[in-house]
């Protein structure tokens, strides 16, 4: 279960845990008042503080928290303020990436001032020791967790599994082997027309065989495990072979390294994923 600090009923967490839900993530963002007021958050520093503690003693299976690097105007001290913080809160699991603008919002269209590449790799590369020191392990681009705390739900997501979209507006991929389809699905997006509706998907689409292999790296490569060959024929439907021109050029230009049975990205291709991406477009 999602949900953020400022519309929590912290009374409600025992309630939730009894119903079935076993992790819980709070979208805290930020512990500064100035940068939660610019990315239009609700929630304050002690309430992010008390979500957490209230979630530490309803006793789910795990709980994250999320956060964000990079904002507006965000120093190299208040990124890491930020990590001690949270990492204060002992929550197993830790979501920690960067802010990236995207289209239709008001970031996008009135850009803020945001950290340059020097000031961001040096609040990344930090940020990353200091998580490490402290026995989080990172797993994924964005994701630190304690040993024996990954998220399941997650890996599922990226390693291109199915999953079921249940809900007003929730996306689903489910594969049919016997007909060799993989199909996306969107459930009615509008909370007014989902409840109106007899049948709620409003959208389906079939992952077509070409675009496969693309979809199926877009999500792997953010692991930091080794891609096994044999994974990739079993989520694409297609043989390791249809890539092979592609990686070949991703070991040339030293993103990748290459077993009979595993592809690995490399610490720099860890950094220039994009770049390796593009081989298959």
């Not at 309803?58 to 120093?75: E, K, R, V």
């Not at 239709?104 to 803020?112: E, I, Q, V, Y």
């Not at 996306?171 to 027309?193: E, F, M, Q």
């Not at 049948?199 to 490569?221: A, C, I, Q, S, W």
Request: charged fraction near 25%; proline fraction near 5%.
């Amino acid at each position: 279960m999602e949900a953020n600090p400022g519309t929590l009923e912290h009374d409600d967490f025992s309630a939730y845990r009894a119903a079935g839900v076993t992790r819980l993530s709070i979208g805290v963002q930020s512990f500064s008042k100035e940068k939660l007021n610019l990315l239009g958050r609700i929630h304050n520093e002690d309430e992010a503080k008390v979500a957490a503690e209230k979630a530490k003693q309803a006793d789910y299976l795990s709980f994250n928290l999320d956060l964000m690097h990079g904002l507006p105007n965000q120093s190299f001290d208040e990124a890491m303020h930020d990590i001690d913080t949270a990492t204060a809160l002992a929550p197993p699991h830790l979501s920690w990436y960067q802010l990236t603008i995207e289209p239709n919002t008001l970031f996008h269209s009135k850009p803020p001032q945001l950290p340059d590449d020097e000031n961001l790799w040096q609040i990344y590369e930090q940020g990353q020791q200091r998580l490490a020191a402290l026995g989080y392990e990172q797993y994924e681009i964005s994701a630190y967790a304690k040993p024996g705390y990954q998220c399941r739900h997650n890996l599922n997501y990226w390693q291109f599994g199915d999953y079921l979209g249940i809900g007003c507006g929730a996306h689903g991929k489910i594969t049919l082997p016997d007909s060799n389809r993989i199909v996306r699905t969107v459930k009615i997006k509008h909370p007014k027309g989902y409840l109106a509706a007899e049948k709620y998907t409003f959208e389906t689409t079939d992952v077509v065989e070409e675009d496969r292999p693309l979809e199926y790296l877009m999500n792997r490569l953010r692991l930091m495990t080794p891609i096994p060959k044999t994974e990739f024929e079993q989520r694409t439907g297609q043989s390791a072979e249809v890539v092979k021109v592609g990686m070949q050029k991703s070991i040339e230009r030293g993103l990748l390294t290459e077993t009979t049975t595993h592809w690995q990205l490399t610490p720099k291709g860890h950094m220039f994923v994009n770049d390796l991406l593009s081989q298959f477009i």
